[in-house]
């Protein structure tokens, strides 16, 4: 398909999701529900990468994690995004999307972990249920299409404005954040893994953005950090007083297989987006 005809068919396709409009009292089976069915669009809308082992890779890493949180009867479930782009998303119900971009950029399994780990505090706390409610009707899949890749380049001022309008309304809350950074934290200890992971990403991003700030605009559209933040999460651990003498995992050579295996994949369907 023709990177347009993919670009109109992908916000024809979001335009037709149903993403507000919901009670404020959400049970987990309509958590659920809601976030079954809007990931059923998403995955119409947005690349997926079909690599089995990379996609069984993150699956696992984001099992282990989820499976020792408060929410671990949730059927979680992890995609990787056909993006080169630097981001990562949740939805309602345990759906977490990851970019290529973040495992291609990572240094170590624990960045990965962390991330993940991240988004799952965001399910946790259930901050997606209350995002999605803030975007309106009929804009779910086109938000995330302009926010987890750069697509939205493409499809015309009036579009991006209204779509980018949308966005600001739809922001994890400065609080909904930093929960879910000490959820990452607690979630990547829990799981055998260094939580030094995330703020390391974090540093990262920051660094990047200083000298590239448009290779990283994706993730700070949805994640804005600044060093305040890195320090707070390293503060957080600190705290925990680890044992030094029984150190956690912050590296694994499985991760840098399947790093080498996604970079060796056929550039996204939009590769002029995604530079």
Known sequence: MSQGRWLVTSVMAALTIVGCGRSSEV??????SLGAEDAAEIDSV???VRDSLANEYVASLGRLMASRTTRANLDWRFQIVDSKD????????????????????????????GIIGHEIGHVVRRHSVKQMQQVK?????????????????????????????????????????????????????????????LPSFFQRMLDTQKEQP????????????????????????????????????????QFHAIQTRVRGLPPPPTSNQNR
């Open 27 to 32: 049970s987990q089976e309509e958590e659920r």
């Open 46 to 48: 947005l690349p997926l």
């Open 86 to 113: 630097v981001n990562a998303f949740a939805l309602p119900g345990g759906f977490i999307y990851v970019n290529r971009g973040v495992i291609e950029q990572a240094d170590r399994m624990d960045e990965l972990a």
């Open 137 to 197: 009707k009929g804009r779910l899949g086109l938000f995330l299409l302009c926010t987890l890749t750069r697509a939205c380049r493409g499809i015309g001022n009036r579009v991006a404005i209204s779509v980018g309008a949308d966005a600001a309304q739809a922001q994890y809350s400065q609080k909904d954040e930093t929960e879910a950074d000490s959820e990452g934290v607690a979630n990547t200890v829990r799981a055998g893994i260094d939580p030094e992971g």
């Open 214 to 253: 448009t290779a990283v605009e994706a993730f700070f559209s949805t994640h804005p950090t600044d060093q305040a933040r890195i320090d707070a999460t390293r503060r957080q651990i600190a705290g925990l007083r680890l044992d030094p003498t029984h150190p956690l995992q912050r590296d694994a050579a």
